[in-house]
Each structure stands twice: as structure tokens, then as C-alpha cells.
């Protein structure tokens, strides 16, 4: 089933929260080693990506319940798989390996589902950016070069791509040189890959792109200081299957710049955002209905294309969502003036 195919027709869910699912299991240091990793020199726990490998069962289960929740697309669990965050436990060398795991449990998911369902490989912003120093006496001092993270994220694309992840989500951007960053490692990838039989071609019929940002505050800006017409022109060359927004507002909050990009955007656009703001412990309490809402609000304005929840949000939020959205029509792509 064509993904582009099914857009026209309805609003597409995709899925909630990893993290705060991984959470309920109130998982031990040794259930994140597992058998494998039990001697393992430094603490991994807090290390979601690596459940992939020693906890498969419990990724593939998440999965499935948003699944039954009503998710059309769910996301690997490969927010941080990279080279350079794994760094944090001395484990870039399983960068590879945990993108084939992660999205082996997606597929895993959809086959026990039994429904169709489309497998996005989650590729995160990276814990540097090249847009800003991280030492304030020193602006100019960059801790990633533009190189490293092209490979780090070529790397990962290779894992996704050949473990058969249909679509790319380059995920909540806040700085968007390290979004470009990936966008040219995807492109160098699949140019490297033309001639491989085994590797699909990149755009519609293949491997879809998808792009969501992150506004950090009131402000309107990403972190590293862009609007958002700024960051939608910068990421549009990848000819995306979408752009959209998630991360660090509540529905509520992100209300207006989804209307912003549904007027701006020459694709699909995509918004899942937090079950709220987070409260004074860093939880969120948003209830489910209220979340449903907020998105059948802004799918009856014709905003969306693509809905779901990022931080805090549960399979109920993901269910309410999709009990919302289910019978109104899609947003329609708007027919913008050509740039001369």
C-alpha cells in the first residue's frame, strides 16, 4: 500500500511516547545489560536504544500496543543510535547493529498486528550541535564537525535502510545544520546504493523522508534560532514527504505554528506533540481526551496530515487521537507561487 496513496485519503496516526513507556516497566541496570552486556564496563541503564538487543520483546510489545491503538506509522527505537550518542556508553559500535534490531521489532509488531502499517526509522538530533558551542568563553568552538556527523548518520541510515524501514524521520530538530547533516547523508547514501539491487530507490514508490522540528519556546524559534519559515525553507530541498513539529510544546502551545506550516508547506504536514507541559516533577498530565481534542480541533481546521504524540503521551493518547481525526478529511496540500 502506497503511503502517499493512503494521505490523499485520510489523516495518518503515528505512534507516542517510547521513553515514557519504557518507563512503566520500571526496568533494573541488569535488565538493560541483559546476558550479554552484564560485564559491561560503564552503567547502560538509560540506554532505551539498546532494549532493542537485550529486551527485543519489550520494544516489540510497546509497538504493538500503539499498533492496536490505532498508529499507522510507528517509529524504531533508535532515537539516539548513532555513533556519536552511544559515545555516552562507550558503545559505537553497536550503532549499526541497534538500528537493525530496532526496526526488526517494528516489523515484528506490525506482522503479530496483522495490520498495515509503515515502519519510520527514528533518527534523532544528535546530543552535539553544529550550530553552537557548547563553551561559553569559546563561541566558536564546536564539539562535532559537519564530517562526523554525516558519518554518524550515514551509518545509521544504512542500519535502518537495509533492516527495511520505509521512511526516514529526521526527528526533533533543533538545530537545523544537524538536520542537514542527515538530510546530505540520506542523499549520499542512496546515491552510493543506485546500483544495489537490494536497496530501494529514495522518494515516492521507495524511501520516504520525513522532517519534524522542535520550537523550543514562545519565542517561535528552533534552539538554534531559526523561525519557522527559516527552518522549512532550509530543510525543503529534500523533498520530503512531510514537515511538521514535535517535542517541547503541549498541543496547545503548538497550536499556531502548525497552522503557520500548513500554510507554508508545499508537503504533508505532521505535528505530534507533548501530552502538555510538563509539570514541576517533569511529568505530564495531560489527559488523553484532552490531547484528542486539541488534534481534531486542528484536523477540522485543516492543518494536519499526519497526528500523534511525542513526550508523555500513551497508547490512550494515541487512541483518542485516532477516534478523532478518523472521519475528517486530510489537509490539501496548498498550490504555492513558484520562486523565481
Request: proline share 5%; hydrophobic share 40%.
Given at each position: 500500500?502506497?503511503?502517499?496513496?493512503?494521505?490523499?485519503?485520510?489523516?495518518?496516526?503515528?505512534?507516542?511516547?517510547?521513553?515514557?513507556?519504557?518507563?512503566?516497566?520500571?526496568?533494573?541496570?541488569?535488565?538493560?545489560?541483559?546476558?550479554?552486556?552484564?560485564?559491561?564496563?560503564?552503567?547502560?541503564?538509560?540506554?532505551?536504544?539498546?532494549?532493542?538487543?537485550?529486551?527485543?520483546?519489550?520494544?516489540?510489545?510497546?509497538?504493538?500496543?500503539?499498533l492496536d491503538a490505532g498508529a499507522d506509522i510507528i517509529e524504531t527505537n533508535t532515537f539516539s543510535a548513532t555513533t556519536i550518542a552511544m559515545a555516552d556508553y562507550d558503545m559505537q559500535s553497536l550503532a549499526h547493529e541497534l538500528n537493525v534490531a530496532s526496526v526488526k521489532c517494528a516489523k515484528e509488531a506490525i506482522k503479530q498486528s496483522g495490520k498495515t502499517a509503515w515502519v519510520a526509522g527514528a533518527i534523532g538530533p544528535l546530543n552535539k550541535t553544529l550550530s553552537l558551542?557548547?563553551?561559553?568563553?569559546?563561541?566558536?568552538?564546536?564539539?562535532?564537525?559537519?564530517?562526523?556527523?554525516?558519518?554518524?548518520?550515514?551509518?545509521?541510515?544504512?542500519?535502518?535502510?537495509?533492516?527495511?524501514?520505509?521512511?526516514?524521520?529526521?526527528?526533533?530538530?533543533?538545530?537545523?545544520?544537524?538536520?542537514?547533516?542527515?538530510?546530505?547523508?540520506?542523499?549520499?547514501?542512496?546515491?552510493?546504493?543506485?546500483?544495489?539491487?537490494?536497496?530501494?530507490?529514495?522518494?515516492?514508490?521507495?524511501?520516504?523522508?520525513?522532517?519534524?522540528?522542535?520550537?523550543?519556546?514562545?519565542?517561535?524559534?528552533?534552539?538554534?534560532?531559526?523561525?519557522?519559515?527559516?527552518?522549512?525553507?532550509?530543510?525543503?530541498?529534500?523533498?520530503?514527504?512531510?514537515?511538521?513539529?514535535?517535542?517541547?510544546?503541549?498541543?496547545?502551545?503548538?497550536?499556531?505554528?502548525?497552522?503557520?506550516?500548513?500554510?507554508?508547506?508545499?508537503?504533508?504536514?505532521?505535528?505530534?506533540?507533548?501530552?502538555?507541559?510538563?509539570?514541576?516533577?517533569?511529568?505530564?498530565?495531560?489527559?488523553?481526551?484532552?490531547?484528542?481534542?486539541?488534534?481534531?480541533?486542528?484536523?477540522?481546521?485543516?492543518?494536519?496530515?499526519?497526528?500523534?504524540?511525542?513526550?508523555?503521551?500513551?497508547?490512550?493518547?494515541?487512541?483518542?487521537?485516532?477516534?478523532?481525526?478518523?472521519?475528517?478529511?486530510?489537509?490539501?496540500?496548498?498550490?504555492?507561487?513558484?520562486?523565481?
Open positions: 500500500m502506497s503511503i502517499r496513496d493512503e494521505l490523499k485519503k485520510r489523516i495518518l496516526i503515528i505512534d507516542g511516547a517510547m521513553g515514557t513507556m519504557i518507563q512503566r516497566y520500571k526496568l533494573t541496570e541488569a535488565d538493560y545489560r541483559g546476558e550479554r552486556f552484564k560485564d559491561w564496563p560503564s552503567d547502560v541503564k538509560g540506554n532505551n536504544d539498546l532494549l532493542s538487543i537485550t529486551q527485543p520483546q519489550i520494544i516489540t510489545e510497546i509497538h504493538k500496543q500503539y558551542s557548547p563553551d561559553v568563553n569559546n563561541p566558536g568552538f564546536r564539539a562535532v564537525t559537519f564530517d562526523e556527523v554525516v558519518a554518524a548518520y550515514y551509518e545509521q541510515i544504512d542500519g535502518l535502510v537495509s533492516a527495511g524501514a520505509d521512511i526516514l524521520l529526521i526527528e526533533t530538530i533543533f538545530d537545523t545544520l544537524n538536520a542537514k547533516g542527515a538530510i546530505f547523508a540520506i542523499k549520499k547514501y542512496f546515491r552510493d546504493n543506485a546500483n544495489n539491487p537490494a536497496i530501494p530507490k529514495l522518494g515516492e514508490g521507495g524511501v520516504e523522508i520525513m522532517i519534524s522540528g522542535t520550537i523550543t519556546d514562545a519565542s517561535g524559534r528552533t534552539l538554534s534560532g531559526q523561525t519557522l519559515e527559516a527552518f522549512y525553507t532550509s530543510v525543503a530541498h529534500a523533498n520530503p514527504l512531510s514537515v511538521g513539529l514535535n517535542c517541547a510544546l503541549g498541543a496547545k502551545e503548538m497550536r499556531q505554528y502548525i497552522a503557520e506550516l500548513s500554510q507554508i508547506a508545499g508537503c504533508y504536514v505532521s505535528a505530534y506533540p507533548n501530552a502538555g507541559l510538563p509539570n514541576a516533577m517533569g511529568e505530564y498530565d495531560e489527559d488523553p481526551s484532552d490531547t484528542g481534542h486539541y488534534l481534531e480541533d486542528w484536523a477540522k481546521e485543516g492543518f494536519v496530515n499526519i497526528v500523534g504524540g511525542c513526550c508523555g503521551t500513551t497508547p490512550d493518547h494515541i487512541k483518542h487521537i485516532a477516534d478523532n481525526v478518523n472521519t475528517i478529511t486530510p489537509r490539501q496540500i496548498p498550490v504555492l507561487d513558484a520562486v523565481l
